[in-house]
Nanobody
């Protein structure tokens, strides 16, 4: 059974930081491209950052220079370090694992940026 479990969300003030984690099980983690997506109320789910099995990363323009995605294949975990957060970053953040036609999602973790 495949599981992606996100953690690390919460309430943070503008300018603050959070680190999200996504622990994967039931997949050969090292072979999967991993990604973080987010969805704000009334909006579609958009990609935030992705990382390939080889470690190549890609970011949405809105988070470049502020967010960093990384992976630890030994721990089957992908991270999203988020710095300089703004209210526009408020959303539910979802973890994704993708390999060919296989595509798995976590249940999401809420990130709220507010003073």
């Amino acid at each position: 059974q495949v599981q992606l479990v996100e953690s690390g969300g919460g309430l943070v003030q503008p300018g603050g930081s959070l680190r999200l984690s996504c622990a994967a099980s039931g997949i050969t983690f090292s072979g999967y491209a991993m990604g973080w997506y987010r969805q704000a109320p009334g909006n579609q789910r958009d990609v935030v950052a992705t990382i390939t099995p080889g470690g190549a990363t890609n970011y949405a323009d809105s988070v470049k220079g502020r967010f960093t995605i990384s992976r630890d294949n030994a721990k089957n975990t992908v991270y999203l370090q988020m710095n300089s957060l703004t209210p526009e970053d408020t959303a539910v953040y979802y973890c994704n694992a993708a390999l060919l036609r296989r595509n798995w999602w976590g249940r999401g973790t809420q990130v709220t940026v507010s003073s």
